[in-house]
């Protein structure tokens, strides 16, 4: 599980990497003349990216803190087995 954790990690930090290199640079500190009639499709661009960003970044939190919890568990239960 903590494999799947890492994808999902690696592929949020690919597409933050995306997002801030291709639409930030452009909206906020590009030339706004330069992309006048673009700023509304890349803005959506932008939304969209930053939603698959926060959906990549739950699920990587989901498998990470899944991990934890079932190792806990079996150590517990080991320990439990233990004292019997």
């Given at each position: 599980?903590?494999?799947?954790a890492g994808s999902y990690g690696?592929?949020?930090?690919?597409?933050?990497?995306?997002?801030?290199?291709?639409?930030?640079?452009?909206?906020?500190?590009?030339?706004?003349?330069?992309?006048?009639?673009?700023?509304?499709?890349?803005?959506?661009?932008?939304?969209?990216?930053k939603g698959i960003r926060l959906?990549?970044?739950?699920?990587?939190?989901?498998?990470?803190?899944?991990?934890?919890?079932?190792?806990?568990?079996?150590r517990f239960t080991k320990s439990?087995?233990?004292?019997?």
């Amino acid at each position: 599980m903590l494999k799947v954790a890492g994808s999902y990690g690696f592929f949020s930090i690919a597409i933050t990497v995306l997002i801030i290199t291709q639409l930030n640079l452009k909206l906020f500190f590009g030339d706004l003349e330069k992309y006048r009639e673009d700023i509304f499709s890349l803005s959506v661009i932008w939304l969209i990216g930053k939603g698959i960003r926060l959906l990549l970044v739950g699920t990587t939190l989901y498998y990470t803190v899944k991990t934890y919890l079932l190792r806990d568990y079996l150590r517990f239960t080991k320990s439990s087995a233990d004292d019997l």
